[in-house]
């Protein structure tokens, strides 16, 4: 598609069982951005890739978030050990540089 | 400390009249701010941007003020329609913080038929 992919839409687990969410950038897009929404909330900013270096990675709210992203292109964002605190929407977005972002419609989080 | 903000978190206007939505920041070294339409289930949709070196920018019935003299800006939409209704975000790009975006709260828009 000609838009940000994210999978999946919905994922529901088990508090401690590590999760993995996928986002597919616009094509040709260079920066690949996370952000994680709570409900009724603003975006919080999480991490920023450039290529395939992540020269941001302040907003990650702990040591079991961690990113990556290979290619170029397909970026993961991996939460070990899920909390229930991090139920959230978990946003992608694109750009080329000095353009606007563009996102994908999230991966919805639950944790029980 | 420094952040981008809302005035109004729900903003209700009858279907064809004008809709103002605001946003007050405080970080002068902010270079660059943008407009998101966020509709239930859905990711934030870019609607319009504008750089620190101009004041106002025009798109399809949509205006984006920004005063920089009170660090404020805003979002007009004209002619509202049920369409409209969403949670807009405004963000802000500091310049001296790569590209990351920093989010207001949101302002629901609620357009009455």
């Known amino acids: 598609g000609a838009g940000v992919s994210q999978s999946p839409s919905n994922k529901v687990t088990e508090k401690g069982k590590d999760v993995e969410l996928r986002c597919d950038p616009i094509?040709?897009?260079?920066?690949l951005y996370w952000y994680r929404q709570s409900l009724g909330q603003g975006l919080e900013f999480l991490i920023y890739f450039q290529g395939n270096s992540a020269p941001d990675k302040s907003g990650l709210p702990s040591d079991r978030f961690s990113a990556e992203r290979t290619g170029g292109s397909v970026s993961t964002l991996t939460i070990q050990r899920t909390q229930q605190e991090d139920s959230a929407v978990y946003l992608c977005a694109s750009s080329l540089n000095n353009q606007p972002q563009h996102f994908g419609d999230g991966t919805r989080l639950s944790i029980l | 400390g420094e952040s981008v903000g809302l005035h109004l978190p729900t903003l209700s206007v009858q279907e064809g009249d004008n809709s103002i939505i605001n946003c007050a920041y405080s970080n002068s070294a902010s270079d660059y701010f943008i407009w998101y339409k966020q509709e239930s289930g859905k990711g934030p949709q870019f609607i319009i941007d504008i750089r620190s070196n101009m004041d106002k920018r025009q798109g399809q019935r949509v205006t984006v003020l920004l005063n920089k003299t009170v660090k404020h800006l805003s979002l007009q939409i004209a002619a509202t329609q049920p369409g409209d209704s969403a949670v807009y975000f405004c963000a802000e790009k500091r310049n001296n913080a790569g590209n990351m975006l920093t989010f207001g709260g949101g302002t629901r828009l609620m357009v009455k038929p």
């Open positions: 094509s040709g897009h260079t920066a």
